[in-house]
């Protein structure tokens, strides 16, 4: 078990980001800020700021995902880091090297950030808790536990488009119990006082046991979108599309998928998320998520902004 | 169907590089001539120039040639540029996302140019067409429709070692009927007012259909070289060199395969070229691939001038 | 057969670097001193120096190996060059092209260096012979041959923990036979005047035959280890692991696995090392990887200096 902050230094400042469960809302707030100060920068001619010039950021991902290493290599480059991407399915571990001597090799490779993706939950606070002290690691998604800079950005999406977090009503639809980005989300809604979360779906994917996170559980899609600010849809994995869980995507569809009737039940300025890539016609109705309420692009341009955030602020925390 | 002239903006200046067909006449010249700027820049200590500094270049190439994409990422980190590249089979598209959706998320992250290479003819002009304005589009090889740079640099080549296109003679010898290359070229020549292209193979491969283009068609390929200034050898696809429309490899290089002898056809002068890679003993005799009327590697060089050509000339018309 | 030093030019100077055998003792304590230097770089606050400022290093790699492929490219990053990583096994070789034929076309890209590494032993020779004279090679391992910057930076380990190579015992331990590491590490040895070269292991897998190369041989593990200054045990190959040369990897850490125990035979101060990475309970116990001798994550250190060393100090000797 991790020490109860192993993202902050002794002076409570970040050097790991590997959950926003425990991240102080000063921390979260001061993250947001920064990333809107880097939005400006897409504006400018010339994108680049020496943030991280001479620094080496490594891609360490040991699930496929090109998109969010994408994602992690633009805001490095744009902070002039130095980005070495590893593909890790054809390196040493493949030789039957274990993660931790791995992890201690690209260390001793001078590197200054690990961005890892791990299928196994835990696995970017174990490299955090061995790294050497010039190693600062970077979740970007470690199984079904966390996906922090995914919910800075729906945080910093929010905030853009609602101002304040005080009055909101969130609802968060799909397969709960299994998303990384839905936990990384609760607990970063939960700081910031976001008073009213709901999560929405099938018993077999938002049971009863997630109450305990400080949310309302609702199976039924009217009630759960009632008059909410903010309606984040959630990506169903192909392998529960069918099966056990759930009897088929079209089933899904017409009972919790997003439609332009159903989005009448929420207020009139809420806005539709989603972490992508999406399925239409399975989570959501193609005529939402190109539709007006959709901020499902700017998203990923927040995306950019907020892990420049995150790497520029560790990196001025390096020792 | 595309505009008239999807790749220039309403002043008449070049946005996206889509196509050599309906290219005018003086933004091709104005291309080989930055592109002739550029060649001076490999003599130089220090090869960069910051033309796209903190611009990203995406190289996505849906269709797999490490070769091309080289070209362009030398091209743009020559000119400063941040290049990504994008393993696109591994990535979201593999999850059952659209291509339009792929790009519209890779536009939300600030990208600022698309290398795009895709096995479908006319994918980059559907990319072109429905990207964010603030996106350009380079196509890297679409189907068998068009391969513009390629086009572009052999138009170099000819230019470098010819000095006029007025007064000229070439030859294009190979699978004119399945080659973007071959069309990219045959556009290009048209436009720069050389008066006799022809198009020379079997009838497999050289349909007399081709003759709209403005080229004469030759199953002789003694007729074919006669007097030429120019020889264009395409490559033979290993698809194409057993079956329907080609006996074999082998009876290929013996009726239309470019030997020492057949070389005595052309010119005193003429110089011979192939888009790379070659098949020796197949397109063409080594002897003629590495002999003194070889211009084949001059072309790779120029290829790599002509790329920055063209990415430094859309830099510079970005709104 | 190569000309007596390829890797010089008629000034002496080093241009390519292709192996630590022939290689002058004056040019590689130039090396060691260099990469001493640029040891202190590594605790700059910025990284970097523009000694490659413009230069492209192409990563050739027809054999992967992310790890080694990571230390170049980092070593040339910092250097502030444009790296090119070819996936060799998926480009134009993998189309019929020769070797040859490739290497021509990537030099005719105006690459400045090309860091090979290459199942057959010599293919980085032959490159450096065909190659256009503006390109340097860096051979990165070649067959069972030669790893010339591996030999080199076991000899900036060496020194710096020893200071001196004058009075050393080195013994090598494990299958020296199949080993380009041994080899490129005993050719550096001599030159640098090691007076006591032991080479240790089963008659399978370190034979007489070595003797010629100026070593002891040793098959009973305690009569190579006395006295030693240094240890350097190898990686046991999992091919070697069963079969006709070895019974068990089992059998071989019974036999000749460095344990606690078997490290006493040599000096109090001896240090260990190996090139990484570790067969945990085969070549080497973990107590004694992980132990107050083991120098082997220091050794990834020194590699990536010992790499910007030879890039730099080629690229200080280009025409």
Known sequence: MPAPHPQLNRHGELIHLLSTEGLPKAIMTQLLDTAEAFLSIHQREIKKVPLLRGKSVFNLFFENSTRTRTTFEIAAKRLSADVINLDIARSSTAKGESLLDTIANLSAMQADMFVVRHSQSGAPFLIAQHCA???HVINAGDGQHAHPTQG???MLTIRHYKKE???LSVAIVGDVAHSRVARSD???LSTLGVPDIRVVGPKTL???SLR???VRVCHDLREGLKDVDVIITLR????RMSGALLPSSGEYFRTYGITPERLQWAKDDAIVMHPGPINRGVEIASSVADGERSVILPQVTFGIAVRMAVMGTIAG???
Do not use: R, W
């Open 206 to 208: 938002v049971p009863d």
């Open 165 to 167: 977090f005080h009055n």
């Open 186 to 188: 609760i607990h970063a």
């Open 152 to 154: 800075l950005l729906d």
């Open 317 to 319: 925390n390096m020792a």
């Open 236 to 239: 169903l994995q192909s392998e």
């Open 133 to 135: 002290p010039h190693v």
């Open 212 to 214: 305990p996170l400080g």
